[in-house]
Nanobody, 115 residues
Framework: QVQLVESGGGLVQAGGALRLSCAVSGIRFSINVIGWYRQAPGKQREVVATIPSGGSTNYADSVKSRFTISRDSAKNTVYLQMNSLKPEDTAVYYC?????????WGQGTQVTVSS
């Protein structure tokens, strides 16, 4: 059974930091791209940061220089270090893994940034 389990969300003041984790298990195919997306209330889901297999990381313009995505292959875990958080970063953050036959999503973790 494929599982992507996110953790690390919570409530933080503007300027603070959080570290999200996504533990991946049960995927039998090579992961082509793994990354983080977010969805704020009333808005569409948007990409935050991704790591393609064998490629360099990619970030949304709105989070560049503040967020860092990393991957620990030994632990099958991907992280999102979020610094200098802003109220507009408030959203549900989802982990996504893309394989040759499609993609998998986690259940999401809420991040709330107060002003």
């Amino acid at each position: 059974q494929v599982q992507l389990v996110e953790s690390g969300g919570g409530l933080v003041q503007a300027g603070g930091a959080l570290r999200l984790s996504c533990a991946v298990s049960g995927i039998r195919f090579s992961i082509n791209v793994i990354g983080w997306y977010r969805q704020a209330p009333g808005k569409q889901r948007e990409v935050v940061a991704t790591i393609p297999s064998g490629g360099s990381t990619n970030y949304a313009d709105s989070v560049k220089s503040r967020f860092t995505i990393s991957r620990d292959s030994a632990k099958n875990t991907v992280y999102l270090q979020m610094n200098s958080l802003k109220p507009e970063d408030t959203a549900v953050y989802y982990c996504n893994a893309e394989v040759v036959l499609g993609g998998y999503w986690g259940q999401g973790t809420q991040v709330t940034v107060s002003s």
